[in-house]
């Protein structure tokens, strides 16, 4: 009988809310650790997910349908990358794609069992953005004239800091943004805070990460029509930010200006041109099925129309999200993911009016719209790294919209 007590405490509902807790806390030490370590926070966070839906019999989320043209697209992945010309190298990106859309889909639910859940994981997130402030800085100290930092990472693991700002800071910058909004008090930390954020973004060097981050900014502020008074303060701290950096870091400045004037992707002078191109060309030469994840390397050596295109090495991937699947699932795959960001957009927005959107929504929009502009650069959209960051980013949004997030009045509190 003591057996069967102490199991009914282990898997009791209070006991696993205290795990999930737990867990939501170690996002920022996993991510810390680096791309492997972010990618089992990621798998371990469904198989919770799975775990509790089993154990609940809640499977409705399964007919969300963003979530059912998601499966869809990652069916049309897989067929592509099984008659491709590289079957093996391909398949072990797409078969596990799938991933990335079910952690989106299972992390608002997941917070969504108690209200605070939200709150230990923005404390984790804070936590993590400000160390990498810290970090950041004294590598900027210890390597001044360095084009772009890596943050918590060594330079072996490949991974930049800007995707860790983007990916996390966003997030933390709406809701710090959103509790001005709604108590002017709240200016007295949520401005520092975002002010610091935008100091972080801006001082790693990823100029694409610093524009995608200001527009994330931008919009929300913009969609949120804050009064003058807020305004002129967000502009003054803005300013503050730019003058630190000139200051602290004339070289990333510097760099900023080359970028705005000779590197945007659609200029020949771009080291982003050629891939982008590249990539168009193979989308153009495979309109239907494409040439497979993960092949754009493989078949850009094999293929002369590419070569002659820039001259050089062949890139692993167009670096550009659209293009790399327009390219690796053809035209169809293209289809099929616009409709599935179509249909998240949809979900984020049904129901409420375009004229007189809630704060919350607002804020879910902004963000799917600032994670996933065409213009932006991008790594592999079927790898790991800043995936993890982007869909984190769409189940932040998808979080913000969840009735059990928004509402204080939640009945699913532990019990004994």
């Known amino acids: 009988m003591s057996g069967l007590s102490a199991s009914n405490k ?73 008659l491709s010309q590289w079957p093996e190298s391909s398949i072990k990106v797409s078969l596990p794609w799938i991933r990335f859309p079910l952690f989106a889909i299972a992390l608002p639910i997941l917070l969504g069992l108690q209200f605070r859940m939200r709150h230990i994981l923005l404390a984790s997130l804070v936590t993590c953005l400000l160390v990498l402030a810290i970090v950041l800085v004294f590598e900027k100290i210890n390597n001044p004239g360095v084009e772009r930092l890596y943050g918590v990472w060594s330079q072996d693991q490949s991974p930049k800091a800007g995707w860790l700002v983007a990916g996390f800071g966003l997030p933390v910058a709406y809701w710090a943004l959103s509790k001005m909004l709604e108590s002017a008090t709240a200016a007295l930390w949520a401005l520092p805070l975002v002010a610091i954020l935008v100091f972080s973004a801006t001082l790693t060097g990823e100029i694409y990460i610093t524009l995608s981050f200001l527009l994330g900014i931008a919009l929300f502020l913009v969609a949120c029509r804050m009064s003058v008074k807020l305004s002129a303060w967000a502009f003054l701290l803005g300013l503050l930010v730019l003058l630190l950096i000139i200051w602290f870091a004339p070289e990333t400045a510097q760099r900023f ?160």
């Open 10 to 82: 282990i898997f009791s509902p209070r006991f696993l809310l205290y795990a999930l807790a737990a867990w939501m806390l170690l996002i920022a030490v996993f991510t810390v650790l680096g791309n492997a370590a972010s990618d089992i926070w990621l798998v371990g966070t469904i198989v919770i997910f799975i775990a509790h839906s089993a154990a609940t019999h809640q499977w409705q989320w399964l007919q969300t349908r963003w979530f059912q043209l998601a499966i869809v697209f990652w069916i049309w992945l897989v067929i592509t990358s099984l």
């Open 257 to 416: 200006q080359h970028s705005l004037t000779t590197r945007l992707p659609w200029m020949p002078s771009s080291d982003y041109y050629t891939p982008w191109m590249r990539g168009l060309a193979a989308a153009e030469l495979n309109p239907f099925l494409g040439i497979g994840a993960k092949n754009h390397m493989f078949y850009c050596e094999e293929t002369a129309e590419l070569l002659s295109i820039g001259g050089g090495v062949c890139f692993p991937h167009p670096h550009q999200l659209y293009i790399q699947i327009a390219a690796e699932t053809g035209g169809v795959g293209l289809f099929l993911f616009l409709l599935m960001v179509a249909a998240l957009i949809y979900e984020i927005v049904k129901g409420a009016h375009w004229r007189t959107l809630p704060l919350p929504t607002k804020a879910a929009l902004c963000l799917v719209i600032t994670v996933l502009w065409p213009i932006s650069t991008y790594s592999h959209a079927f790898g790991q790294h800043r995936n993890f960051f982007t869909w984190f980013a769409i189940a932040w949004a998808l979080s913000f919209v969840s009735k059990k997030n928004t509402s204080r009045g939640n009945s699913n509190h532990p019990t004994a």
